[in-house]
């Protein structure tokens, strides 16, 4: 086997490669965009990764003391503010950024993927919500185990997810929930990157995209991909 | 193919081919500058909505104050944990094997399938065990345990209903439970016991103790809690309540979990809000929902309801205006 052959062969390569074809550095990071992507619609998956951005800073500045702190200092009541108003926030951007993409039909064009982790991590979201609200250890903590323990027994899952073992939901809520969001937050982000914002419905009759001259800067053909906000 | 399955494959395939490869014109789009502002919107709200609202946080409930606040409650719960007829001790998996107490999807029960993992003898292990552990020092207890758990069952129902039936007429005098006098055997001194020792804090450390020192695990304390009808009284005043959308408030004004307005809305109406079964057939509406969330691309019909319904035209108003006016 040649040398050039043992290179192409090797893993670090066909990553390199991979990632080249599939995700060079003008499609991950663009400096331009479809002249369709013209709505308040778009912001709001840009604001649900900022509002993210927020829960996670203010979540790992409570862990910096303990699960207790805030109960004891006025600082430590702000930094829980704030991460529950973000996290309110987030939800509140994340439900328009999902209803936004249903009704745009977001998932055409290959962009089946990008649908499915969007939606797996809006409802993970909702189970790292969850284990926040059971980790608060107040009342409202105690009441919501109390009552959500019967329909995940019910369902099986009670015996191995237990809402009433403080622990385990702590560690949900602050180690693996956040890894499996920020996760799929990341793929998502990166398969919009690499299948570009869907294009608008044809219109009837409509056989060619066509644009208005006065917001074009640029009209090329793609050359790997289309580029997109998120 | 049926027409109907033909038009919705021959509109896929239309729409693949439009969206697949955009041959129109492009502009100016400044992604990061678009995040850096949209980092520092959501700071600024998030911080005045903090500021302006803050957050809430209600005192939990210990058994202790639950003991002190409402000492024939907390007995009466106890009694029902010793003799078996609270709600955990006929619970079912994961906590116990009570035959027939499982709910089920028809004929399924996935509640049976993982059996008992946290297993709970209510009588031994909310009871009858923190008791044994404070009895060193008590003579009387020492001699009530020894006489309760080596009595018959029947003996044992027999002096715990004497012993519940007496507690619809007991009164509370200085914290302390006043019970008409009766053939109860030892219960009334274990229920005493209990009661002191709940009264005391005691009991909260006692359900938490395990070989470790180091505790996180509140199994047995909240199930305990929620036996008691002054748990959901609190509850009930801070509209928490399942019939009130339960789970998906939070204490006080503040904003609880709104998202999970889908889950709370099935209890709310029949046959659910009344089935022994809810809690399994809502679970199962809900995967079922959830999976067709996720698969909606996949799904004829559903995929085509934004189509339908052309609530795009009003996303892309600009861009369609722009086709109008160069097509005339």
Known sequence: MSVEAKQKAQWSARVRESAEKNLPPSQLLPDEQPVYVHSWIYVFGVLTIAAFGVVLVSGLWLSLKGPTWWHTSSIGLFVNSLHLWSAELFFFFMVIHLWGKFWMAAWRGNRSMTWVTGSVAFLASIGTAFTGYLSQQNFASQWIASEGKDGLNAAGIGAFFNVLNFGQMLMWHIVLMPLVVGALIVIHVLLVRKHGVVPPYPLEGQTEFDTGPETVVDVKPPSGGEGGAS | ?328
Do not use: C
């Not at chain 2, 009264?199 to 199994?219: E, M």
């Open chain 2, 1 to 328: 193919m049926s027409a109907t399955a033909a038009t919705f494959a021959k509109a896929h395939k239309r729409d693949r081919r439009h969206v697949e490869a955009w041959t129109g014109g492009y502009r100016a789009y400044d992604l990061v500058k678009e995040l850096v502002v949209a980092v520092a919107v959501v700071v600024v709200l998030t911080a005045i909505l903090a500021a302006l609202f803050s957050s809430p946080d209600d005192q939990p409930v210990t058994i202790a104050r639950w003991a002190r606040a409402d000492a024939k409650d907390f007995t009466t719960a106890a009694l029902s944990e010793l003799n078996g007829t609270s709600e955990i001790a006929q619970y079912g998996p994961p906590y116990n094997s009570t035959a027939g107490a499982a709910q089920k999807i028809g004929p399924i029960s996935l509640q049976t399938i993982p059996g008992v993992r946290i297993p709970i003898d209510t009588a031994n292990d909310l009871v009858l065990t923190p008791l044994r552990s404070v009895a060193g020092d008590n003579p009387d207890l020492q001699t009530a345990l020894s006489q309760y758990t080596s009595a018959s069952p029947q003996q044992q129902a027999a002096w715990t209903d004497a012993y519940g039936k007496a507690l619809d007429s007991a009164t509370v005098s200085g914290g302390q439970l006043q019970v008409p006098p009766g053939d109860y055997g030892p219960v009334a001194v274990i229920m005493a016991d209990e009661l002191a020792l709940a009264r005391s804090g005691g009991l909260d450390g006692a359900l938490l103790a395990t070989k470790q020192f180091y505790q996180t695990d509140y199994t047995k304390p909240i199930l305990f809690i929620s036996a008691g009808s002054y748990f959901e009284d609190q509850a009930s005043a801070r509209n928490l309540l399942g019939e009130q959308w339960g789970m998906m408030n939070e204490t006080g004004n503040w904003p609880g979990q709104p998202w999970l307005w889908l889950y709370t809305f099935w209890y709310q109406v029949p046959p659910f809000a009344t089935s022994g079964n809810a809690d399994a057939l809502i679970w199962g509406i809900m995967i079922v929902l959830s999976v067709i969330l996720i698969l909606v691309p996949f799904i004829p019909g559903v995929r085509s309801i934004p189509k339908w319904i052309p609530i795009y035209k009003l996303v892309w108003r600009d861009y369609y205006k722009g086709l109008a006016d160069r097509t005339g």
